[in-house]
């Protein structure tokens, strides 16, 4: 009986790290959920559709919009540049910025709070 080589799929594992991307640089593929690593930062899985898993670094904004996708869905992740922080403990400090889309988004995702611009909170 012939044997089929068992593979993991793709390319193995990239991680991302914000700071490295370039503005309009996009990541798609499927949403596999987010695990802290041992700083007790996130990280955010996405099985791209080659097989390879991209890991990418959790920022404050990003975390917060990955909370609202549900695990398994279609994603596309785009770097959308930094922004300076205009309030908080932060402020002053730039923060990386994205833009998700999903195809299945979390229906009673926890609400954000507004900031006086309308702008992300931080």
């Known amino acids: 009986m012939a044997k089929t080589q068992i593979t993991l799929g793709g390319g193995g594992v990239t991680y991302v790290r914000p700071n490295l991307m370039k503005v309009g640089e996009k990541i798609s593929g499927t949403y596999l959920g987010s695990e802290e690593d041992r700083f007790e930062k996130l990280g955010h899985k996405v099985r791209a559709s080659d097989g ?3 890991i990418i670094n959790g920022t404050g904004q990003l975390d917060a919009l990955l909370e609202r996708v549900t695990v398994g869905s279609e994603i596309d992740v785009t770097y959308k540049g930094k922004n ?29 709070p507004d900031s006086k611009d309308g702008k992300f909170p931080f």
């Open 52 to 54: 390879s898993l991209k």
């Open 84 to 112: 300076k922080i205009e309030n908080g403990q932060w402020k002053g400090t730039e923060a990386h910025t994205f833009e998700v889309y999903a195809d299945r988004p979390v229906v009673n995702a926890p609400k954000v």
